[in-house]
């Protein structure tokens, strides 16, 4: 369907990588369910046959687009270590696709012979992945930690838009290393003082946030109807403040509500 509505629904999810990667599961689980020990061992019905050949071209469908809404998320917040994890789940869901598209076209003598040696060689990339994640060479935290140093130090973030929280209480030992570092080399004076105040953080600030700055408004002359006509408004009572949020004056004295009568 996301041929004729574009992928803008599927962006409304707010979990197309995952729905994706789901789906690349879902399609190699069935593929390889479909085929077994291929179609010499029983005879396969034909349209068992084409939708497993389908099936393997959807999965490098599936598998383009999760690395695609991943690539979008990542150019625009930049690593964490959730998403590094989720970058091995598309980079691995993107092997399956392209070898089981190419065992779907090749010409053989039997219905998806390639899906075979596909198999095996896929199962030899995965293990090599899964073990550089567990060493420095790709670990989460590392590459989470350079990632969101460099997008501060490029500019691309102003300080006070960033999360020090990511560097100082998500990213280890890596993350301290580069509030260390940006502390000192920083490119300008806001990151590099900031990045000092957030190496001092303790434990203790790790679920302490920031309350958000209540907007404040002030009552709006035009929603003001006084009785007496030889009477004005005094100028004390606009100049107050009140918070938006907080039940504490009429609403009538705020525009797109009925006037007040005083």
Not at 4 to 20: D, I, M, N, Q, R
Request: hydrophobic share 45%.
């Amino acid at each position: 369907s996301l041929c004729f509505s574009g992928l803008e629904p599927l962006w409304k999810t707010k979990a197309a990588t995952a729905s994706l990667l789901a789906g690349c599961v879902a399609l190699a689980l069935l593929v390889n369910a479909a085929y077994q020990q291929g179609n010499e061992e029983r005879p396969v019905h034909i349209v068992l046959r084409w939708s497993a050949l389908i099936a393997c071209g959807l999965l490098l469908v599936f598998s383009s687009l999760a690395a695609y809404s991943l690539w979008l998320r990542i150019a625009q917040y930049g690593l964490t270590p959730e998403r590094v994890m989720a970058l091995v789940g598309v980079i691995i869901a993107v092997f399956y696709g392209l070898g089981y598209a190419v065992a779907a076209v090749m010409p053989k003598d039997r219905w998806l012979r390639l899906l075979e040696p596909v198999n095996i060689a896929l199962a030899f990339i995965m293990a090599l992945i899964c073990l550089a994640v567990l060493t420095p060479v790709a670990d989460p935290y590392r590459l989470s930690a350079q990632s969101q140093a460099e997008r501060i130090n490029s500019g691309k973030i102003t300080p006070d838009k960033f999360d020090w929280r990511v560097l100082r209480f998500e990213t280890g030992t890596y993350g301290l290393d580069e509030l260390k570092r940006l502390s000192t080399s920083g490119k300008t004076e806001a990151v590099r003082k900031t990045a000092a105040d957030s190496g001092r953080w303790s434990n203790d600030n790790r679920w302490q946030h920031e309350a958000p700055q209540a907007e404040m408004i002030r009552p709006d002359p035009k929603q003001i109807r006084m009785v007496q006509k030889d009477t004005t408004i005094p100028a004390s009572f606009l100049m107050q403040a009140y918070v938006s949020s907080q039940e504490d004056h009429p609403n009538c004295l705020q525009p797109n509500y009925t006037p007040c009568y005083t």
